[in-house]
């Protein structure tokens, strides 16, 4: 059984960074689409970032497009997110999430693209 754990969540002030590190067990993820979404109290969740199976390819949304940085580690069956000029907007559990339905698929933004999921991440920027 897979298993995606979150860490490096925390308390930080606006203009500062965070590194989000999601660790995989059970399974490697080296050949799938790896993704990181967010949720706000009150709001929907909501795509962050997504990487192909090899790094080669991602995607963001414009909220956060040039200041979060997706990566992958398929040695350490890891992912990360890199987030710098954090804004108070981007207060949220952070989740990480695999799509495991098929090897070396399309990166996909949508929720349903992904077939499991951590339990996330607190990640709060103070103003």
């Known amino acids: 059984q897979v298993q995606l754990v979150e860490s490096g969540g925390g308390v930080v002030q606006a203009g500062g960074s965070l590194r989000l590190s999601c660790a995989a067990s059970?399974?490697?993820?080296?050949?799938?689409?790896m993704g990181w979404f967010r949720q706000a109290p009150g709001k929907e969740r909501e795509f962050v970032a997504t990487i192909s199976w090899a790094g080669g390819l991602t995607y963001y949304p414009d909220s956060v497009k040039g200041r979060f940085t997706i990566s992958r580690d398929n040695g350490k069956n890891t992912v990360y997110l890199q987030m710098s000029v954090l804004k108070p907007e981007d207060s949220a559990v952070y989740y990480c999430?695999?799509?495991?339905?098929?090897?070396?698929?399309?990166?996909?933004?949508?929720?349903?693209?992904?077939?499991?999921w951590g339990q996330g991440t607190q990640v709060t920027v103070s103003s």
């Open positions: 999430a695999a799509d495991f339905r098929s090897r070396r698929a399309p990166i996909t933004t949508t929720m349903t693209g992904y077939t499991d």
């Open positions: 059970g399974r490697s993820i080296s050949d799938y689409t």
